[in-house]
């Protein structure tokens, strides 16, 4: 059997692991549309999220938690609006530092490149894919993945088959053909083993509790660094 194609997860992967405070997040963009409420929106908006990725947790990923825009329109936010567009540069503005790729993962994707491997990216995500791309132009990565799935526009997530299955049939192999990196041992390990994938686990992710359902999944191979992923992937050539 040979491999044909790697696929990776986004925060926690091609990222490095930061604990984000919630709540901070939402207060980035509160502040900006709401100075006066600031406090009480930030906690609804991080009360809604936080149930949307339980929905998506409790239904295996059947019942994705969404995109954004729905959580800005279920709070009444006019998403058109001046106001929530510089919000959402706040909100963006507090997030870049975060989403930086790991110096590794720029030669690691050129390395997997040079051999002939296709490059996806699969996210878990309510961010829209052109929040994404801008991230993956600054990185300078965007030219590298061959195809990219955010759950955000996808009608599934992970850990549900379909979301690997919509990545696959992008990158035209079959799932015994693709390995799967990822840092999330439920979503991410789980789901790309039960699929077929070979799976690479990054272990770093101080992933909540409460977040993985069921740790009792074991990765094919455990990469300490993202540089390890190419080793790993050519010794089961
Ligand atoms: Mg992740």
Same mark, same amino acid.
């Given at each position: 059997?040979?491999?044909?194609?790697?696929?990776?997860?986004?925060?926690?992967?091609?990222?490095?692991?930061?604990?984000?405070?919630?709540?901070?997040?939402?207060?980035?963009? @509160?502040?900006? !549309?709401?100075? +006066?409420?600031?406090?009480?929106?930030? #906690?609804?908006? $991080?009360? *809604?999220? /936080?149930?949307?990725?339980?929905?998506?947790?409790?239904?295996?990923?059947?019942?994705?938690?969404?995109?954004?825009?729905?959580?800005?329109?279920?709070?009444?936010?006019?998403?058109?609006?001046?106001?929530?567009?510089?919000?959402?540069?706040?909100?963006?503005?507090?997030?870049?530092?975060?989403?930086?790729?790991?110096?590794?993962?720029?030669?690691?994707?050129?390395?997997?490149?040079?051999?002939?491997?296709?490059?996806?990216?699969?996210?878990?995500?309510?961010?829209?894919?052109?929040?994404?791309?801008?991230?993956?132009?600054?990185?300078?990565?965007?030219?590298?993945?061959? @195809?990219?799935? !955010?759950?955000? +526009?996808?009608?599934?997530?992970?850990? #549900?088959?379909? $979301?690997? *299955?919509? /990545?696959?049939?992008?990158?035209?192999?079959?799932?015994?053909?693709?390995?799967?990196?990822?840092?999330?041992?439920?979503?991410?390990?789980?789901?790309?083993?039960?699929?077929?994938?070979?799976?690479?686990?990054?272990?770093?992710?101080?992933?909540?509790?409460?977040?993985?359902?069921?740790?009792?999944?074991?990765?094919?191979?455990?990469?300490?660094?993202?540089?390890?992923?190419?080793?790993?992937?050519?010794?089961?050539?």
């Amino acid at each position: 059997m040979s491999i044909r194609a790697v696929v990776f997860d986004w925060g926690g992967t091609l990222t490095p692991w930061h604990d984000i405070d919630l709540v901070s997040q939402w207060y980035a963009y @509160a502040e900006i !549309y709401d100075p +006066e409420h600031a406090s009480p929106l930030a #906690h609804r908006l $991080a009360e *809604a999220e /936080v149930h949307r990725w339980k929905v998506q947790q409790e239904s295996h990923g059947a019942e994705p938690a969404g995109a954004l825009d729905q959580l800005f329109l279920d709070e009444g936010i006019d998403i058109t609006g001046a106001r929530h567009l510089r919000a959402l540069g706040s909100y963006l503005d507090f997030w870049a530092p975060h989403t930086a790729a790991d110096p590794q993962a720029r030669p690691l994707m050129e390395d997997l490149r040079s051999r002939g491997y296709r490059i996806g990216v699969l996210s878990n995500t309510m961010w829209p894919s052109r929040h994404h791309r801008e991230v993956f132009e600054r990185d300078d990565l965007i030219t590298l993945i061959d @195809a990219a799935f !955010y759950t955000s +526009e996808m009608p599934v997530a992970k850990p #549900h088959g379909e $979301a690997f *299955a919509a /990545v696959l049939a992008a990158l035209g192999v079959a799932a015994s053909e693709t390995v799967f990196v990822g840092d999330r041992i439920w979503d991410d390990i789980a789901g790309a083993s039960r699929a077929g994938l070979r799976t690479i686990w990054i272990p770093h992710s101080t992933v909540p509790p409460e977040q993985v359902p069921d740790a009792s999944a074991t990765p094919d191979a455990v990469a300490h660094e993202l540089r390890d992923v190419l080793g790993i992937v050519e010794s089961w050539q």
